[in-house]
């Protein structure tokens, strides 16, 4: 179902948007407009949708009109025209205490630079948005000490956000949009001014997170590696509109024009990688002769839902499910026989990684990588492909 | 070219004024007066020794001891010197001077923060009140409000009031916009955002602007004293019209004790905010 459904925003800055308007609709490009009627147009011609549940990203070099868009969303800056609709309720034009409950009670943002009030300890940050609601104080400090105890900040509830670290004032930015406990998560390069380990592990904590809160986020960012690991669905931004929407696999494989090309070129070298460049090594397996109960197991202990089967000369025999092997357990099953799946997706080590994508995209599975004897060397999983694509795109650019 | 009558245009405006708003001057000398009298009568109906016990308690413990030490010296000079009545007069009129000019001042300088228009019409306005020679503000005074303690304090606000509305308007409008845009994005309301965090913010700079304020009226201190404000201004003008130095320098000398004292306590408690 759509959360958000945005058709044909536009955003001018200035007095007199109407002839910038014209001229947008007659075709003329930004630079003509600015030098013609002396209005800078932010945003023209977008639409799109946001599923619930979605990390939907916007991506696009600096001045494309990302933080424009984010913040027409929660009405921070007045759209010039087109519509905003949040759960079928058309906003675009609501009253100012209309949107003041939607900013508190549905959609939160977090921002590049934190944007913690300095004079407020973390607790009294993060129960901001419940203090400007009326919440009694205890019940609200109770509510934010939980919340920050979820974003791993226990204990620094009484100090000042200048005493903690980069990394952490984002956290307490994280835990102060989540207190207002919103469906919608607006993110304005959220992890951007944090260096690269850290900003990788607040990605990778935002996505399990995301994993229990199921919250709607729409996550700005211009970092490609970063939108690739992180959104459901990606909008490439330029010059003020969108040029492509679509899954990193979308993006990558079939880019709309030489913009989203050039946007996506370091990976593109990539096509000369392949699939050994980018797998990981082949850990977790079992063997034929374990069973069930092994394989259970050694799914608990990784936290995964599939397994790879091999045979004692490591030739791939299959993949088991989690679901199935409980089953089997349940049923005092000692072997493999009956829910092995034995066709898997499979590509060979020298299969370029450009191909290995589709078959990615096609599959709920890992892909196994075998050699050229059969056997399994490796596995391949969406997110760390696409990832590990960008990254030594880079290297190899 | 004729000359321009623009001093007969401000006569006649006063003498309009004068006439057509004698109940509102009359009521604002009533209120003034009763304000000024309780701060006198509550400070002058204990003994001065316990009075300087009590403000070094309270600062050591507010403050820092260093001011607080440094206040119990001056306070036992002006009590040595036998000014301590003049210079209760005094701080009297400060305060109360002061405590108008921030119940009008602040309210106006977030007013400039607020609205370009307000912030372009008032700031002309200040320049003109803080370059004007402060004598000027003693004629209109003393028509509008006879001779005494209110039109002395008339003068003093006219003339100390600029820089409370000047440095709270700057304190707000230097809040980081980012912030303002979080509060605005989790739903504040105008109040909300002004109380929770645009002052709090602006804080050490209001302060920094009370002082200021504090400062100018005590610099108004003796150009009061002319209308008949009383306080260690007279001690000074009598001392300049009988040729009398030690009584001038004394009053002088208590004047500057007092600027001191409140200077370092204002400062002291705008530095707690920081
Ligand atoms: N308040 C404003 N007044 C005038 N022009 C503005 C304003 N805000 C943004 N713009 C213009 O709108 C365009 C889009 O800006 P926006 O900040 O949305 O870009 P962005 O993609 O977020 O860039 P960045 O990566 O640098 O944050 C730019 O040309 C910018 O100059
Ligand atoms: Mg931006």
């Known amino acids: ?397 | 070219m004729p000359k321009l009558p623009i001093g007969l245009w401000v006569e006649q405006i006063v003498a309009w004024a004068q006439v057509n708003l004698e109940g509102l001057f009359d009521f604002i000398t009533l209120i003034i007066e009763v304000l000024v009298t309780r701060i006198e009568t509550v400070f002058l109906t204990v003994h001065p020794l316990i009075i300087l016990a009590l403000v070094f308690i309270l600062l050591w413990s507010l403050a820092n001891p260093k001011v607080a030490i440094g206040t119990a010296i001056g306070l036992y000079l002006i009590y040595n010197m036998e000014l301590w009545e003049a210079s209760i007069q005094t701080l009297a009129l400060v305060l109360a001077a002061t405590a108008l000019a921030l119940l009008l001042g602040v309210p106006l300088g977030i007013l400039t923060a607020r609205s370009n228009l307000a912030h372009k019409l008032i700031m002309p306005l200040l320049d003109f009140m803080q370059t004007m020679p402060a004598f000027v503000y003693l004629i209109p005074a003393v028509l509008f409000f006879g001779l005494g303690q209110v039109p002395g304090l008339f003068a003093t606000v006219v003339f100390a009031m600029p820089p409370t509305i000047r440095l709270t308007g700057l304190g707000i409008r230097q809040v980081p916009a980012q912030l303002v845009e979080a509060s605005d994005a989790f739903g504040s309301t105008e109040w909300q955002k002004l109380t929770k965090v645009q002052i709090p913010l602006a804080l050490p700079t209001i302060m920094a602007g009370i002082n200021q304020c504090i400062m100018l009226s005590l610099s108004m201190v003796v150009i009061a004293a002319m209308i008949g404000a009383g306080g260690l201004g007279d001690e000074v003008l009598a001392g300049i019209s009988r040729l009398d130095i030690a009584k001038g320098f004394e009053g002088g000398l208590a004047i500057v004790i007092m600027a001191i004292i409140l200077d370092r306590v204002t400062q002291s408690f705008g530095e707690r905010h920081r």
């Open chain 1, 1 to 397: 179902m759509s959360k958000i459904i945005i058709k044909d925003l536009v955003k001018i800055f200035g007095d007199h948007p109407e002839k910038a308007q014209e001229m947008l609709k007659e075709g003329y490009d930004k630079d003509d407009i600015l030098e013609k009627t002396r209005q800078t147009v932010g945003i023209f011609d977008i639409n799109f949708s946001v599923n619930e549940g979605e990390v939907f990203v916007l991506m696009g070099l600096s001045g494309s009109g990302k933080s424009t868009l984010l913040r027409c969303v929660n009405r921070l800056i007045e759209p010039t025209s087109g519509t905003i609709t949040i759960d079928g309720e058309d906003i675009t034009l609501a009253e100012p205490d209309v949107i003041r409950d939607i900013r508190r009670n549905k959609v939160s943002m977090v921002f590049q630079r934190f944007a913690l009030f300095p004079h407020r300890t973390v607790l009294d940050n993060v129960a901001y948005g419940l203090e400007i609601q009326g919440v009694p104080t205890a019940q609200r400090r109770e509510k934010a000490a939980q919340v920050i105890e979820t974003v791993g900040l226990k204990g620094w509830e009484y100090s000042l956000p200048d005493q903690l670290s980069g990394g952490m004032q984002q956290r307490v930015g994280l835990a102060r949009a989540l207190a207002n406990n919103p469906d919608i998560l607006l993110m304005d390069e959220a992890f951007s001014a944090l260096d690269p380990l850290i900003r990788k592990s607040m990605q990778d904590e935002l996505l399990s997170l995301q994993n229990t809160l199921n919250k709607t986020i729409i996550f700005v960012t211009h970092d490609l590696d970063e939108a690739l690991k992180i959104g459901d669905r990606i909008a490439l931004m330029n010059n003020g509109t969108i040029v492509q929407i679509g899954t990193a696999e979308d993006i990558l494989t079939n880019p709309a024009n030489d913009y989203v090309e050039r946007f996506v070129e370091d990976v593109d070298k990539t096509k000369v990688l392949t699939a050994e460049g980018v797998m990981k090594a082949p850990d977790p397996v079992v063997f034929l002769k374990d069973g069930p109960h092994v394989a259970l197991r050694r799914m608990k202990e990784h936290g995964i839902s599939s397994i790879f089967v091999v045979t004692r000369e490591r030739r791939l025999a299959g993949i088991v499910l989690a679901e199935d092997a409980l089953q089997a357990v349940k049923e005092h099953r000692e072997e493999f026989r009956n829910i092995i799946i034995e066709d898997v997706p499979k590509v060979s080590i020298a299969t370029p990684v450009i191909d290995v994508i589709p078959v990615l995209a096609e599959t709920k599975f890992p892909v196994a990588v075998t050699n050229d004897d059969d056997k399994l060397v490796g596995i391949l999983v969406k997110g760390s492909v696409l990832a590990g694509m960008a990254r030594k795109g880079d290297n190899i650019a």
